[in-house]
């Protein structure tokens, strides 16, 4: 069995839905966890610190160790109120899964700055200000363990969502870089694209699949990756329903010529489209077009 003993852990949103189940998980599994929630509505208004307290309250009732934080995770003040809680409470910092979201939804023509702001500051500022604030720990100790959690309307677009897929899709190039400037002092970073029935999704997913698609089944992709076995880094997966696959950003072999003009790019378009054999690096990208 994965245990996660003698190992700290943050889970941002973690009062309701997924971001509960994750904290649920690694608590019984023995971590000690901070349970960060804002407590407010679907879109990201109100506040309440009844969620974070539920959930640290279900897990102290299960024997497990866990403190609540109701602190804003897009703010600086924020993100380092939750880092402190836990280096205040257990001592360091394991491990931090950027859970906590909110839904603006419009199509984009309608779509309002506000809108837009708002959604990406949670996302996309909130995963970094809290990974930002935990890195310095984690570098320190030479060990550290970074979810973010992106979605599959980031990776592949989504009617109404043009602030949520790219926030999400945001969280895979910050998945990437943590993952490649943390390798050398044992910092693991991945993504997740969750597909879960939380009240995200309560109102879009049919009512059977309830069962199906239930948040523990992300989270135990969850505690596999932040495991201290998991060597695992840079890596996207999308996760639901029991089922695990990774995601990749690919490039194709492409066409190349001397004389790139507008005419045979049209004319080699087949070639252009092509998606094997790929290449998955910018190193090898820039080796393809030596
Ligand atoms: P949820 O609404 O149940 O949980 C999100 C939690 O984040 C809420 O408890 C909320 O209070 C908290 N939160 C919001 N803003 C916060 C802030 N500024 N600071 C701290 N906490 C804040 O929804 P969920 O479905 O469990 O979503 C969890 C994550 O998974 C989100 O990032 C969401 O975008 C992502 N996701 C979910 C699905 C799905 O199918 N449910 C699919 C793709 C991605």
Redesign the pocket.
Known sequence: MLRFDDRVAIV??????????HALLLADRGAKVVV???????D?TGA?TG?AADVVELITKNGGQAVAS??????PE?AAAIVAAAVEAFGKIDIVV??????RDKSFGKMTVEDFDNVL???VR?SYLVSRAAYPYMKEAGYGRVVN??????LFGNFGQAN?ST??MGLVGLTKTIGIEGARNGIRANA??????????EAI?PAEFEAK?S?ER?SALVAYLVHDSCEVTGEVFSV?GGRVARVFVAEGPGWQSDDLTPEAVADNWASVMAEQPYVLTAADSMKAML
């Open positions: 941002t949103g973690a009062g309701h839905g997924l971001g509960r189940s960060n929630d804002l407590g407010g509505a679907l990201g309440s969620p109701t602190d804003n995770v897009a703010t924020g950027n859970n906590a979201g909110i839904l500051a949670v996302h909130g959690t992106s979605s599959p309307a980031g949520y926030a999400k997740i694209a969750p597909i879960a029935w939380t009240r995200m999704t997913l698609f948040a992300v639901g």
